[in-house]
């Protein structure tokens, strides 16, 4: 990825404050006209004594809002005559805003981001019942905070308190995400292109990591140089990078990145960048010294044909399960023919022998969230892909360097190669298509350092 190219694609529109509005009326029209739907900022985490984790917004209310500030909770209420987008937030505060910097405030969540009412946060508890009053259902994440659980059951009383006096409490509770996710899963255009920078912004992060690595480096020094062109392109780790060398790369959620990358050493990477909440997840596999041994290429190219079978799989109306099959039946065959498994396909496939060497699945729902939300089964089958939802393809392979089973020479190499995959109308498009993928393209990239 050219560093022009990444340059310009900062001039990409973001979603406008009618984009937001239009997820939120989607998302009413599916709630009824009877109910009210209540959000919660997600809190703010206490990372030691007084300090806090790097403040990230729920990514229900991001999606919906695009607000990102803590402190607030969105009420969505169909039918309301005076609005129905309702953000309690907190109010300007120019003595706290000059130690945490600037708040939007009520005003700003009506101006900026197009709330057709805001009050102060503070002012929920007098404000709240009153719009719970009249609504037979009430759509909420139940068991996502315990503390906001008790105050909408305390608001949600304070209402039926008031039923000899006439008030109609809700009388009903059901789970936000059973319509929220569901429209999550379908990515918009400007949620695309999102995805798209977020993926270009990782691409460049592997290619600078394959060309830094060095024998003798420390994985943290290697997680360094990766994470530095997130910050450059005004992105952030999506999740925990994970740089594993040697054995580490065995570990499929490896995370102290603290040992020694040697030569003759594979080092996997799996690393994304997040983009105005957006994420990208790209795993890559490659050699400390820029050549891949006999063993190590062997099974390099058995995942990677193991990858190519489960994206011919990316097509609207294929099952997303049928990925899945088509990489362990590649791997499977592949593993036989190497003589790390004994026996038939068949037997080895239904028995689950392969587990031992790939015990993940090949992929998942990416978006707000690295695992995204979404249902992979309906009715108890494997759902069939459709327009617009993006996955990860990501099938591995893992020799312990304690498996007895197969000879010295496959023990410590672990491999996974990741892309992301959104389907489009006549098939699928790798939003991380441009980074070196097999081992040719990789050792051509990093002898080009």
Not at 339 to 351: I, P, Q
Request: glycine share 10%; hydrophobic share 40%.
């Amino acid at each position: 990825m050219d560093a022009r190219a990444l340059t310009a694609m900062r001039t990409l529109s973001e979603p406008s404050s009618a984009s937001f509005a239009q997820r939120r009326r989607q998302l009413m029209r599916m709630a009824g006209h009877d109910t009210i739907l209540v959000l919660p900022a997600a809190p703010e985490r206490v990372r030691s004594r007084d300090t806090h984790h790097p403040y990230r917004q729920d990514s229900d209310l991001l999606y919906l809002t695009g607000f990102p500030e803590p402190e607030a909770v969105l009420v969505l209420v169909p039918g309301r005559q005076h609005g129905e987008a309702i953000l309690f937030c907190r109010e300007r505060d120019p003595d706290r805003e000059g130690w945490d910097g600037p708040r939007c405030g009520p005003e700003g969540a009506i101006d900026r981001y197009g709330m057709d009412d805001a009050y102060p946060i503070t002012d929920i508890d007098e404000i709240l019942p009153g719009l719970l009053e009249g609504r037979s259902r009430v759509y909420y994440h139940f068991g996502r905070d315990a503390e906001f659980d008790l105050k909408l059951i305390g608001w949600v009383n304070r209402v039926r308190a008031m039923m000899r006096m006439g008030a109609q409490p809700p009388h009903e509770f059901l789970e936000l995400g059973h319509l929220l996710d569901e429209q999550r899963l379908f990515k918009s255009r400007d949620e695309l292109k999102l995805m798209q920078r977020a993926a270009d912004i990782s691409v460049r992060a592997h290619e600078v990591g394959m060309r830094a690595v060095r024998s003798g480096m420390r994985e943290y020094e290697l997680q360094a140089e990766i994470e530095r062109v997130f910050r450059m392109h005004d992105a952030v780790p999506a999740y925990g990078s994970i740089v594993g060398a040697g054995n580490n790369a065995c570990v499929l959620h490896y995370v102290a990145n603290n040992a020694v990358a040697n030569d003759g050493d594979l080092v996997l990477v799996d690393a994304g960048a997040e983009y105005r909440g957006y994420a990208s997840d790209i795993t890559r596999t490659f050699p400390v010294n820029g050549r891949f041994s006999k063993e190590q290429r062997a099974l390099h190219d058995l995942v990677s044909a193991a990858q190519s079978a489960a994206l011919a799989q990316a097509c609207p109306g294929v099952a997303y399960e049928a990925g899945h099959i088509a990489a362990v039946h590649t791997l499977t065959e592949g593993l036989l023919k190497l003589g790390l498994l004994k026996g038939s396909l068949e037997n080895n496939v239904s028995a689950g022998h392969y587990k031992r060497f790939y015990r993940h699945k090949t992929g998942h729902w990416l978006g707000l969230d690295v695992h995204d939300v979404g249902e992979y089964r309906i009715d108890g089958q494997s759902r069939l892909l459709e327009p617009g939802m993006v996955f990860t393809i990501e099938p591995g392979l893992y020799i312990g360097p304690e498996e007895k089973s197969v000879h010295a020479k496959w023990r410590g190499i672990g491999i996974r190669i990741e892309d992301d995959v959104v389907i489009t109308a006549d098939g699928h498009r790798v939003l991380t298509g441009k980074l070196a993928r097999n081992a040719d393209e990789i050792e051509a990239l990093m002898g080009a350092a």
